[in-house]
């Protein structure tokens, strides 16, 4: 049986009180596209932090390629080949969109007196071939501040993109984008999918974006695990419309 | 406001420092000429200097920043580290580049828990750092001379140290240029814009923060010997100068925080307005001089290369907005986006 990429065993996140994530064991195996979803408050972005190390976790183990990365720091685990997105967008405004995507590529096995050079040939391509897949190399020298929130988006998974991760965090990607906007990333998000194989995690409010792209879907209500299945399984499931529509 | 093509402004710029480089021959070439003077080439030695210190500055404060309220303490490190070692004997540039080695090795040792501090919390802990240094200055007596300071052997050479701190002052900025067109610059801003997304996307942002700051310091540290060496005194109060930081700041934010060129225009333009104002307001030149840096500061916060439309330029309100936090703009986006 295929092992999993991301395995999360037990998570637990507390804020005082309050628990935010409580005990949740999730899996993502390679080549999926997991949605997350549930109320709000429901703790989705909490975990996608605590994922990615923004936040510590106060119990459990989370594994990456068989790593233990519980303890390891958010860098560490960009390295090891884990990008993320936010949910309000993070860009460097004050770089030009090729700037943003070179600084994003990370520092994988580089000397530090390497970076003292301007970027290497492979990374100014790569950077070039992103900007081009995602429409944006009309705007390649204007500074990230100046795009409008659907290209920062488009932006921002570019950036996630760049130095070929394995598995990509998507924190509602098409939150506050048009929906021709929306359509373009689902396409895209699907062809790297399946033709360059890469894994995706999203959190998304939208059902109909899960729906179009997710092969399964986890339930979050409370901070914990109400939900697992495909789509459909999940949109039907009595404690999941009764936690969105209280019905 | 549309910039000059880059064969011009390079030919430009060889012109400028090949016409500094050749004025302390005037008087040899000219013996009846008045204006370059010891008395002047003084004034642009201090200015030199003064160009690679907010340079230097810039590197922590504006590109990556880190508003440092206490830079000056590499300065004085630099300056007590040259004079103490010619005090023992050294000749001037052997103990002037062991002064610049303690500099770096001091921002090493206190950049390491210092920034990790955010915002105004970093600036009052260098603060803090300063004040210290200061003061064990003036009681390490056996060590400094204490409160009494150390003579360092005279050399009076006027055109010698303005030819050192001019090339000083170009290979600083020119260092400043590669930096910013290099990753580790990019790294740099990538950093002050959103430190937390920075991390994410897999900077080691200590790492680069204490680069920046080393390299900093040590520059800072030469500067220090120079000046020690050129000035022949030293004690507590004149190499630790309360304002010499603040004087940075303002040089930085004036031309533009962040940019390569913004350190070297405020640099000159305080220099020389500072000037311009102590001889035509000599009662009252400090209320004068901080009136127009406020105006200034008021109407271009991102500084001359802000106005003249260098992308990378910011403001101090802007940085010390941001540092650690979501970048507030985008909050108020995210606000509007979801308000009906």
Known sequence: MTEPLLDGRGVTKRYGGLVAVNNVDFQVFPKEIVGLIGPNGSGKTTLFDCLSRVQSIDEGQVMFKGTDITRKKPHQVAHLGMARTFQVIRVYRKLTILENMKVSRQWRGEQPWNQLRPSHRDIETRAHELIEFLKLEHLTHENAGTLSGGQRRLLELGMALMPDPELVLLDEAASGVNPTLVNEIKDRIRELNRDHGKTFLVVEHDMRFISDLCNRVYVLNYGQKLAEGTPTEVMEDEAVIEAYFGT | ?340
Do not use: C
């Open chain 2, 1 to 340: 406001m549309r910039r000059l093509p880059r064969t011009p402004r390079l030919v430009l710029l060889v012109l400028l420092i090949a016409g500094l480089a050749t004025m302390p021959l005037i008087p040899d070439w000219f013996p009846d000429q008045s204006w370059v003077t010891n008395s002047r080439l003084f004034s642009f030695t201090q200015m030199f200097m003064l160009i690679t210190l907010a340079s230097n500055w810039n590197l922590t404060g504006g590109f990556a920043g880190y508003v440092d309220f206490g830079h000056a303490v590499f300065f004085g490190i630099g300056a007590y580290g040259t004079g103490i070692l010619m005090n023992h004997g050294w000749s001037f540039w052997p103990a002037m580049g062991a002064g610049a080695v303690f500099a770096l090795v001091f921002a090493l040792v206190i950049g390491w828990p210092t920034l990790r501090l955010k915002g105004p919390y970093f600036a009052i802990a260098m603060l803090g750092t300063f004040v210290a240094v200061r003061e064990i200055v003036r009681v390490s007596k056996g060590l400094t001379g204490g409160g009494v300071g150390l003579t360092l052997p005279p050399y009076l050479n006027r055109p010698l140290f303005y030819w050192i701190t001019l090339a000083l002052a170009v290979v600083v900025v020119f260092i400043m240029w590669w930096i910013r067109r290099s990753e580790f610059g990019a790294t740099l801003i990538a950093i002050r814009e959103d430190e937390v997304g920075a991390e994410m996307r897999g900077i080691n942002t200590t790492v680069n923060k204490i680069t920046a700051f080393a390299i900093g310091a040590f520059s800072t540290g030469i500067v220090g010997g120079l000046w020690a060496y050129q000035n022949t005194f030293i004690d507590p109060d004149v190499v630790f100068f309360p304002s010499r930081t603040v004087e940075l700041v303002m040089m930085s934010m004036l031309g533009g925080l962040g940019t390569v060129a913004g350190p070297v225009l405020g640099a000159a333009t305080i220099y020389w307005m500072r000037d311009v104002v102590w001889a035509n307001f000599a009662d009252y030149h400090l209320m004068v001089e901080g009136f127009l840096l406020i105006l200034i500061v008021l109407y271009t916060p991102e500084g001359i290369m802000g106005r003249l439309g260098d992308k990378s330029a910011t403001s101090l309100q802007k940085v010390w907005k941001r540092n650690g936090k979501v970048p507030e703009d985008a909050v108020d986006e995210a606000v509007e986006q979801v308000t009906p």
